[in-house]
């Protein structure tokens, strides 16, 4: 079992910038993806940055040169640098863990998630 616990979320104003971290209780698997989702009220969760095992980063091409993905092996921990930020960047950010494979795609069952942090974008 693993504890996911974010943290990092507040009100900036548009344009400003956030760090949002993921702290693991352990990363014992060697083949992971792990990443953030946001929901916003009344919309879909989404995933919007992932980084696997390899090292491989995908992002949603909304936050596409903005948004930067990184871990910390040392320190079992995940981060989600948020620049540029904009209003429709408002949401709950979770994050989430999915072990034993590096296929960080759509449909394959997520085994793991934090309880979110709330980053809200003001104009």
């Known amino acids: 079992q693993v504890q996911l616990v974010e943290s990092g979320g507040g009100s900036v104003q548009a344009g400003g910038s956030l760090r949002l971290s993921c702290a693991a209780s352990?990363?014992?698997?060697?083949?992971?993806?792990i990443g953030w989702f946001r929901q916003a009220p009344g919309k879909e969760r989404e995933g919007i940055a992932t980084?696997?095992?390899?090292?491989?980063?995908v992002y949603k091409d909304s936050v596409k040169g903005r948004f930067t993905i990184s871990r910390d092996n040392a320190k079992n921990a995940l981060y989600l640098q948020m620049n540029s930020l904009k209003p429709e960047d408002t949401a709950m950010y979770y994050c989430?863990?999915?072990?034993?494979?590096?296929?960080?795609?759509?449909?394959?069952?997520?085994?793991?998630w934090g309880q979110g942090t709330q980053v809200t974008v003001s104009s």
């Open positions: 352990t990363y014992t698997y060697s083949t992971f993806c």
């Open positions: 980084i696997n095992n390899l090292g491989t980063t």
């Open positions: 989430a863990l999915r072990v034993g494979t590096w296929y960080c795609g759509g449909e394959a069952k997520i085994n793991y």
